[in-house]
């Protein structure tokens, strides 16, 4: 059987202030208190794994091991199958040291042109524990890419990305709707499933 987390306080192993924020909303009905690797001075650990799983497990598990808390960690990118998987688990790197996803926008459009626009959204939550125990839980958001981009709401490339039957992107759409139908929102009711439910 899947371990419970069954603590108050939970370390979200992230610098990016986007998902610190969409997290910590999920967790708040469970009365999880949250705090960021960042707020608590941890260093970004080198992402070199080999899968969006591989990086959120790394990131998580150093949380964990230098906190001493049990933490959770996100891996999530864009995969543009005409782009090979592209930008995939770089999506950050593709904005660059300032973060700059008005351009790596930019440069999905570019590299794109004409071809075939699906998308899928991923993400790959990671809860450790100080003692390495590690659980992981996959979401996935299938849409198409749009230009220009549209919306303000949101981070990263939610302004080009508009979810499957829908007609807005995850940069117009209402953040609780969002925090519905995401591919975070999907992996995290698997971990709510998993290690949360009976809270």
């Known amino acids: 059987m899947a371990r419970r987390f069954t603590g108050d306080r939970l ?8 998902k610190i924020e969409e997290i910590a909303v999920l967790l708040a009905p ?6 960021s690797a960042g707020a608590l001075g ?8 080999d899968s969006f799983e591989a990086n959120a497990a790394l990131k998580a598990a150093a949380a964990a091991a230098a906190s001493g808390l049990p933490a959770l ?6 995969v543009v199958p005409a782009l090979d998987g592209a930008p995939g688990m770089y999506s950050a ?18 590299e794109l042109g004409d071809r075939d626009r699906s998308a899928t959204f991923v993400a790959v939550l990671a809860l450790a524990w100080p003692d390495s125990d590690l659980k992981l839980f996959r979401g996935e958001a299938a849409g198409r890419l749009v230009w220009p981009p549209r919306g303000e709401r949101g981070f990263g490339y939610d302004p080009i990305f508009v979810p499957e039957g829908g007609a807005e992107t995850f940069g117009e759409i209402e953040p609780n709707r969002k925090h519905k139908i995401s591919h975070r929102a999907r992996a995290f009711a698997k971990l709510v499933a998993g290690s949360l439910s009976d809270r």
């Open 11 to 18: 370390v979200i192993a992230s610098h990016n202030q986007g």
């Open 30 to 35: 469970f009365g999880i208190a949250t705090i």
């Open 42 to 49: 941890l260093p970004e650990p080198e992402e070199n794994g």
């Open 73 to 78: 960690a996100d891996d999530s990118g864009l």
């Open 93 to 110: 790197r593709w904005a660059g040291p300032a973060k700059d996803f008005r351009a790596a926008m930019a440069r999905v459009q570019r």
